[in-house]
């Protein structure tokens, strides 16, 4: 009798442990999500109120014990974790305590401002993108860098980057800070030096390269070279879209007259030389085309009047007018006048 009550007794315990460890009991839909975000500073309790908010867990109670059991409480890692519909205990608690998080990418381009480009890092990671934006407004901090507030978005290059989750602000500005380094190569080190510019003012110019040719990529190392070419020779760059930056109307499809006089360092029809920063955060490819400029004698360039995306190109200033009426005319007719 006494060995039949063991022996229940011990069926009994085996089968609860069987319960609590290695029964399913983890139900993930693809409604649910297949992710679970533990959260920098997260307790067990925190662990606990997402998983039965989010009803991941069939039996908060055994994944309590089981975590207790493995000392989990005691071992929280914040991060990103691809969860199995399925999974037991055992495999959650074990999934959770490795840090085994899944990495996520992070990609942005065509960016004009500061503010869109932390927005869109902030919907990928946790930090927030106030967090993001007082650093790169924080001159001490950029500075350390070797940028100041007006370059500082010089320092991003375009590309899908991968990231854990968790990321902080900090660690953000840090990789991107590694991708600069690995990006400005000893060879566009040398170019840029050719061209008697530095890597920021490169980046600048790309900046504005990009601007005045969104659409034709294969015509950026020309608009490029008349670029350099009205540097060298101390005229004014004379570009829209350094107008439009300083307006902060992104909207605007015709710069006025009246538009080129606003008082402004990025105003290029004011001041000479290149602004104090870019106009936006140009790609790799607008980058390359200003360090492979396209060498040739045009000084002039208008946007043709078919909106095909592509130039006119003149070294002569009458020619120049000559497409520039072309063109507005053109703008009128499609009724474009701001």
Same mark, same amino acid.
């Given at each position: 009798?006494?060995?039949?009550?063991?022996?229940?007794?011990?069926?009994?315990?085996?089968?609860?442990?069987?319960?609590?460890?290695?029964?399913?009991?983890?139900?993930?839909?693809?409604?649910?999500?297949?992710?679970?975000?533990?959260?920098?500073?997260?307790?067990?309790?925190?662990?606990?109120?997402?998983?039965?908010?989010?009803?991941?867990?069939?039996?908060?109670?055994?994944?309590?014990?089981?975590?207790?059991?493995?000392?989990?409480?005691?071992?929280?890692?914040?991060?990103?974790?691809?969860?199995?519909?399925?999974?037991?205990?055992?495999?959650?608690?074990?999934?959770?305590?490795?840090?085994?998080?899944?990495?996520?990418?992070?990609?942005?381009?065509?960016?004009?401002?500061?503010?869109?480009?932390?927005?869109?890092?902030?919907?990928?990671?946790?930090?927030?993108?106030?967090?993001?934006?007082?650093?790169?407004?924080?001159?001490?901090?950029?500075?350390?860098?070797?940028?100041?507030?007006?370059?500082?978005?010089?320092?991003?290059?375009?590309?899908?980057?991968?990231?854990?989750?968790?990321?902080?602000?900090?660690?953000?500005?840090?990789?991107?800070?590694?991708?600069? /380094?690995?990006?400005?190569?000893?060879?566009?080190?040398?170019?840029?030096?050719?061209?008697?510019?530095?890597?920021?003012?490169?980046?600048?110019?790309?900046?504005?390269?990009?601007?005045?040719? #969104?659409?034709?990529?294969?015509?950026?190392?020309?608009?490029?070279?008349?670029?350099?070419?009205?540097?060298? /020779?101390?005229?004014?760059?004379?570009?829209?879209?350094?107008?439009?930056?300083?307006?902060?109307?992104?909207?605007?499809?015709?710069?006025?007259?009246?538009?080129?006089?606003?008082?402004?360092?990025?105003?290029?029809?004011?001041?000479?030389?290149?602004?104090?920063?870019?106009?936006?955060?140009?790609?790799?490819?607008?980058?390359?085309?200003?360090?492979?400029?396209?060498?040739?004698?045009?000084?002039?360039?208008?946007?043709?009047?078919?909106?095909?995306?592509?130039?006119?190109?003149?070294?002569?200033?009458?020619?120049? #007018?000559?497409?520039?009426?072309?063109?507005?005319?053109?703008?009128?007719?499609?009724?474009?006048?701001?």
């Amino acid at each position: 009798m006494t060995l039949a009550i063991l022996l229940v007794s011990a069926l009994y315990t085996g089968y609860d442990l069987y319960q609590k460890v290695l029964h399913n009991n983890v139900v993930v839909s693809e409604d649910q999500g297949q992710y679970l975000y533990v959260s920098t500073g997260s307790d067990f309790d925190d662990v606990c109120s997402t998983l039965t908010a989010r009803g991941i867990v069939k039996n908060i109670n055994t994944f309590r014990w089981v975590a207790e059991k493995k000392n989990y409480v005691n071992r929280i890692l914040p991060g990103k974790y691809r969860i199995k519909d399925g999974m037991n205990n055992n495999q959650l608690i074990n999934l959770l305590r490795s840090g085994d998080q899944e990495v996520v990418n992070v990609s942005f381009q065509n960016l004009r401002t500061l503010e869109q480009l932390s927005g869109t890092v902030a919907k990928n990671l946790e930090t927030d993108s106030s967090s993001i934006m007082s650093l790169l407004t924080n001159a001490s901090y950029i500075g350390k860098y070797g940028f100041n507030t007006f370059e500082v978005m010089s320092m991003f290059l375009p590309n899908t980057y991968e990231f854990y989750w968790n990321t902080s602000a900090e660690e953000f500005f840090e990789r991107m800070a590694q991708e600069y /380094k690995k990006f400005w190569n000893e060879t566009r080190i040398q170019k840029a030096r050719s061209m008697n510019l530095s890597q920021t003012e490169v980046t600048i110019l790309a900046s504005i390269v990009q601007a005045e040719q #969104t659409i034709r990529p294969d015509e950026r190392a020309r608009v490029a070279g008349l670029y350099v070419n009205r540097l060298k /020779k101390g005229m004014r760059l004379e570009s829209d879209p350094t107008v439009i930056f300083a307006l902060n109307d992104f909207t605007v499809k015709r710069v006025l007259n009246v538009d080129r006089n606003i008082d402004s360092p990025y105003n290029t029809y004011q001041h000479k030389g290149l602004p104090p920063g870019p106009i936006n955060i140009p790609d790799i490819s607008s980058i390359n085309a200003v360090l492979n400029y396209e060498k040739h004698n045009f000084i002039f360039m208008c946007a043709k009047e078919d909106f095909s995306g592509y130039h006119y190109f003149s070294n002569s200033y009458r020619e120049h #007018t000559l497409y520039a009426q072309r063109y507005r005319n053109e703008l009128n007719k499609r009724k474009i006048y701001r």
